[in-house]
């Protein structure tokens, strides 16, 4: 089913929680509310499922104005991070609930319930756990079982708000690459909230990145990465070292470092900001006492730096550097072979010179 909002307004006393949100998620695709707590994506996912009505704004169901449609005719099936499954029912029977309720004109027989039921639990690979309570469930399991639930009810589109905000990490990463490959099999029209970017741009097809009520990008995992469209966004997806500056000579200056500007600027004396992704530093030894620019003989002098903290983890090193020129902390991802060989070389000092930079202005 596709689903579209068109200039949703929703405010809670002073607080602005959306501010003239207009979006459109595809037919059958998986799509990731991604932003910092307070953002406004629950708040938005509550209005698409009709918890909420907003101030201002319509959702369209296949086209339709669902302003008077309430959550029941809107076939939404609904997945909350703390499972609310009922406890003193069995594992089976919180599955068929919603089956059970539907009106009795609507309301299947016994049989097809038991054929139903039966069928999603071995979705989800858990039908020997069908005469369990919850309480008997991991947490991993729960939420595995109320997403049976929401299924059971045929949803035109699955909502799902921080569906593994409850889980440890390990059990996070197994469920929602199952999650994938179960939205893979079904191809249900899907909305989840997360603020965890690894989850968001592992599981999504498209990903909205929401800041302060408002949409700061939308696209596929790999472009809002590669490409953030803002200072925001840039900040938001991934580690990132900062180098703060101003625009001199159609550059930005910083550190004795110079930055391309963004295409369409031609600079101006103003302030200016320039994101690198730790793996996107290079170092190189430089002896104590060496000025920076007599490093390699290199155009670019780089800034000189000072090893505070390395980490090998596995394949790759962490490294925490301090600049000598302003005393900030740079942070940098490596092979570990290559950090190995180069502090053979170079002892505790080093030119970090940043790549792929991203500058943001004003």
């Given at each position: 089913m596709s689903i579209e909002v068109r200039h949703i307004h929703k405010q809670f006393g002073a607080f602005t929680a959306l501010d003239d949100v207009s979006l459109a998620f595809p037919d059958g695709r998986l799509t990731a509310l991604l932003g910092p707590s307070g953002c406004g994506k629950t708040t938005l996912l509550r209005i698409i499922a009709g918890l909420e009505r907003p101030d201002r704004g319509q959702v369209l169901l296949e086209g339709g104005d669902a302003a008077r449609a309430n959550v029941r005719q809107r076939q939404v099936g609904f997945v909350f991070q703390h499972y609310a499954l009922f406890k003193h029912m069995t594992v089976f029977e919180n599955v068929a609930f919603g089956l059970r309720v539907k009106p009795r004109g609507q309301r299947p027989g016994e049989r097809q319930i038991r054929e139903k039921v039966m069928g999603l639990l071995e979705l989800?690979?858990?039908e020997w756990l069908a005469d369990r309570r919850p309480a008997a469930l991991?947490?991993?399991q729960r939420q595995r079982i109320a997403l049976a639930r929401a299924l059971a009810v045929e949803p035109r589109v699955l909502l799902l708000d921080e569906p593994f905000g409850a889980l440890d990490a390990k059990v996070r990463k197994e469920l929602r690459r199952w999650l994938r490959?179960?939205?893979d099999d079904l191809h249900v029209t899907s909305i989840f909230v997360t603020h965890d970017q690894e989850e968001a741009l592992e599981v999504a097809d498209e990903v909205v990145i929401m800041n302060k009520g408002r949409v700061e990008q939308k696209g596929a995992p790999q472009a809002v990465y590669d490409e953030p469209a803002t200072a925001f966004v840039c900040g938001f997806l991934g580690h990132m070292n900062l180098f703060h500056g101003r625009v001199q000579g159609g550059r930005l200056q910083s550190g004795g470092m110079h930055f391309a500007l963004p295409g369409?600027?031609?600079g101006g004396d103003r302030p200016g900001t320039a994101y690198v992704r730790p793996h996107d530093i290079q170092i190189e030894p430089c002896p104590p006492?060496?000025?920076a620019?007599?490093?390699?003989?290199a155009n670019d002098p780089g800034l000189r730096v000072s090893l505070r903290r390395a980490q090998a983890l596995g394949p790759l090193a962490q490294l925490e550097l301090r600049r000598e020129d302003t005393q900030?902390?740079?942070e940098v991802v490596m092979p570990s072979q290559e950090f190995d060989r180069i502090r053979a070389r170079g002892g505790q000092h080093f030119i970090a010179r940043?790549?792929?930079?991203?500058?943001?202005l004003g």
């Open positions: 989800v690979q858990l991991s947490g991993g490959r179960l939205h369409g600027h031609d006492g060496r000025p620019a007599q490093a390699d003989g900030e902390t740079i940043p790549r792929n930079a991203r500058v943001f």
